[in-house]
């Protein structure tokens, strides 16, 4: 892949999860969340604001290995904690990711959209890792 290419998919990037981190503002809305918590709005705004940073990087060229490693243990720590409520909503009979708040009657919307949140987010990572590798070629 040509240079500008990744340029401008990692300008992408940036502002995707920049918007990403941003709209995590809104579950620590009382009215549409069952009793939020500011720190869990916190640390999913500094995930997605993590990525973006990674993409940032990328347009400069600077790849940190020990970040990626990081951000994919985490990853998968979430998947994890995540994986028992998706899997809930996908056998549940009428899968939803938009039509219900989260409450502690139906927790598995919110734990899917962590579940796919961290999927997007760790396949961003992952392209992010598969461009280190192909950025070398390219410089060299």
């Given at each position: 892949?040509?240079?500008?290419?990744?340029?401008?998919?990692?300008?992408f990037g940036?502002?995707?999860f920049?918007?990403?981190a941003w709209l995590?503002?809104?579950?620590?809305?009382?009215?549409?969340?069952?009793?939020?918590?500011v720190?869990d709005?916190?640390?999913?705004?500094?995930?997605?604001?993590l990525?973006?940073?990674?993409f940032?990087?990328?347009?400069r060229?600077?790849?940190?290995?020990?970040?990626?490693?990081?951000?994919?243990?985490?990853?998968?720590?979430q998947?994890?904690?995540?994986?028992?409520?998706?899997?809930?909503?996908?056998?549940?009979?009428?899968?939803?990711?938009?039509n219900?708040?989260?409450?502690?009657?139906?927790?598995?919307?919110?734990l899917?959209?962590?579940?796919?949140?961290?999927?997007?987010?760790?396949?961003?990572?992952?392209?992010?890792?598969?461009?280190?590798?192909k950025?070398?070629k390219i410089l060299?």
């Open positions: 892949m040509n240079r500008k290419i990744f340029n401008v998919l990692n300008s940036v502002i995707s920049v918007i990403f995590q503002h809104e579950d620590n809305n009382a009215e549409v969340y069952f009793n939020p918590s720190m709005v916190w640390m999913w705004m500094i995930f997605y604001g990525v973006a940073f990674l940032g990087l990328a347009i060229k600077l790849f940190p290995k020990l970040l990626y490693l990081l951000f994919a243990f985490f990853c998968s720590y998947l994890s904690v995540t994986i028992p409520g998706f899997m809930a909503n996908l056998t549940s009979g009428s899968f939803s990711i938009a219900h708040s989260m409450s502690p009657v139906n927790p598995q919307v919110e899917t959209r962590e579940f796919l949140g961290t999927l997007i987010a760790l396949a961003a990572v992952g392209f992010l890792w598969w461009q280190r590798g950025t070398r060299n």
